[in-house]
Nanobody, 123 residues
Framework: QVHLVESGGGLVQAGGSLRLSCAAS????????MGWFRQAPGKEREFVAA?????????YYADSVKGRFTISRDAIASSVYLQMNSLKSEDTAVYYC???????????????WGQGTQVTVSS
């Protein structure tokens, strides 16, 4: 079982930045990938970014965030981060941390989820 806890959400003006953190714990903490998804009101949950948790060299991004968001991880601290720059109003959503044994950008393919953290970007 893997337990994920997100933090770092909040209210920011368009063009601003936020850094989300996800702390992972559990007796069987062996996900190969960790990532971030988001869900805006009335919309389906969508993929944002993912990283190879142990290697850390392979990263994946949704087209909508490429060049603005950066995912990173600290395997020693069992944490994953999402640095979000040049935020837009359309980035407003609840952001969820997730873990999986293999990478797919479909939320149903991920095994473990955090409770989510709200990000609101005001225009």
């Amino acid at each position: 079982q893997v337990h994920l806890v997100e933090s770092g959400g909040g209210l920011v003006q368009a063009g601003g930045s936020l850094r989300l953190s996800c702390a992972a714990s559990g007796r069987t903490l062996r996900p190969n990938f960790m990532g971030w998804f988001r869900q805006a009101p009335g919309k389906e949950r969508e993929f944002v970014a993912a990283i190879n948790y142990w290697g850390g060299m392979n990263t994946y991004y949704a087209d909508s965030v490429k060049g603005r968001f950066t995912i990173s991880r600290d395997a020693i601290a069992s944490s994953v981060y999402l640095q979000m720059n040049s935020l837009k109003s359309e980035d407003t959503a609840v952001y969820y941390c997730a873990a999986a044994l293999r990478f797919e950008n479909l939320p149903e393919s991920w095994d473990y989820w955090g409770q989510g953290t709200q990000v609101t970007v005001s225009s």
